[in-house]
């Protein structure tokens, strides 16, 4: 008799404790799945700011590039 409670409590706490690990470990994947995704959208946000910084530059500099040789067929037609 005694030896079948001592089982049954062994048996609940095995159970338990395979539960809390499975419970940890859940939360421990989840935790890493955000942390990715985190890591992903920032790294994402980045790559598209500097995107945005490179073209907005090349557009200047085309801009630039092209008022200057207006500027510099003006002058050549007045001279």
Do not use: G, H
Not at 31 to 60: D, E, F, Q, S
Request: charge should be positive; proline fraction near 0%.
């Amino acid at each position: 008799m005694v030896i079948v409670v001592i089982m049954v409590i062994v048996v609940i706490v095995v159970i338990m404790v395979i539960m809390v690990i499975v419970v940890i470990v859940v939360i421990m994947v989840i935790l890493v799945i955000v942390v990715i995704v985190v890591i992903v959208v920032i790294v994402v946000i980045m790559v598209i700011m500097v995107i945005v910084v490179i073209v907005v530059i090349m557009v200047i500099l085309v801009i630039m590039v092209t008022l200057e040789a207006k500027d510099v067929t003006a002058r050549n037609s007045r001279a």
